[in-house]
């Protein structure tokens, strides 16, 4: 089995990515947050220390590309073909509000049309002229799962990479259970290599996963890495994550983003994105995460953390 680290906005970019791999690591694949071209055609400072090779040294990172203007796609490509880059994935799975209503991410999914006319185009420009390898990054659809079939016909005509199915329609969001009745189906039928995300935080997901789908091969891990950033670990060799290992992770993450960031405040969001997730990790932590939201103060969040890690114990996963 391969194992890919999603793409999530805002959390796993090349500061995360880094820590991570240093203290957990085992990942095949890392899919950046998606780069947003426009009219400016040139990397924002922020999209640009991401994908720069020397922030990525050691692992197979692919950066991933959000827009439904053909040209944007290309021009982009090509620009990360110079900093080395033969790989490049495409969005078609965010589903937020402010993406969808500009026919980006999962909005593209409802223009099935159009969608194939620039994947013709990108993949001539790109796949044959640049040989660059395009994996595609998807949804089932805007409403409802049967709008797959046409969607796989599509994805079908082209040599993609990998085809990584997040099996939720675009209305979804991330709340409703994922679909997992008509995967085998698509498994069997995709001309291009499967891979999974979604819905994998604990390993009794991941072992339910693969008895239920035997022929899958590649596993992306998203939401479950930040609710246990050991998951990955414990999937392979059953062993959980040890506690001081996470205290160690967490130090370095807020030292690295001090580092790079200006200010309490600034530091603090950043990590409490993660702890949104992490908090899960704990047991009877509802009163750290408060006073974790709360905090303004670089020195107060680790206090809290300090005693935090001193008084819970790390929930123990099936």
């Known amino acids: 089995m391969k194992f890919y680290l999603a793409p999530l ?4 970019g090349y500061i995360f990515r880094n820590a991570w791999a240093d203290y957990f690591g085992g990942m095949d694949k890392y899919v950046t947050p998606f780069i947003s ?11 640009k220390k991401d994908i720069l090779p020397e922030h990525n040294q050691g692992k197979y990172v692919v950066p991933q590309i959000l827009t439904a203007n053909a040209e944007y796609f290309i021009d982009t490509a090509k620009k ?34 159009e969608l194939d006319a620039f994947l013709e185009k990108v993949f001539e420009e790109i796949y044959q002229k640049e ?11 805007m ?15 082209y040599p993609l990479e990998e085809l990584i199915l997040h099996p939720r329609v675009q209305k979804d969001f991330y709340k409703k259970p994922v679909h997992l009745l ?28 693969v008895q239920s789908l035997p022929a899958i091969e590649c596993t992306m891990l998203g939401r479950g890495i930040l609710v246990n950033p050991g998951l990955l670990e414990e999937i392979k060799t059953g062993k959980p994550m040890e506690k001081e290992v996470l205290y ?35 047991e009877d932590s509802e009163a750290y995460m408060k006073k974790i939201k709360k905090t303004d103060k670089l020195a107060e969040y680790h206090r809290i953390v300090e005693e935090l890690f001193a008084e819970r114990q790390l929930r123990k996963w099936e």
């Open 182 to 209: 008509p995967l085998e189906r698509i498994v069997e039928n995709s001309q291009a290599e499967f891979c999974y995300n979604g819905d994998i935080f604990t390993p009794k997901h991941y072992r339910k996963l």
């Open 131 to 141: 040989e660059m390898k395009i994996s595609i990054k998807t949804r089932l659809g």
């Open 143 to 157: 409403e409802a799962e049967k709008e797959f079939d046409t969607l796989l016909e599509i994805y079908n005509r």
């Open 248 to 282: 160690q992770f967490l130090k370095r993450l807020c030292k690295d983003y001090e580092e790079e960031l200006s200010g309490d405040r600034t530091v603090l969001y950043k990590m409490k994105e993660l702890w949104f997730y992490l908090g899960h990790s704990f």
């Open 9 to 12: 906005e805002g959390i796993t």
């Open 37 to 47: 071209p426009n009219t400016k055609k040139c990397f924002t400072t922020k999209e």
């Open 80 to 113: 990360l073909k110079e900093f080395g880059y033969q790989e490049i994935n495409f969005n078609l799975g965010c589903p937020s509000g402010t993406v969808i209503t500009k026919k980006k991410g999962a909005g593209f999914l409802g223009y099935p049309g």
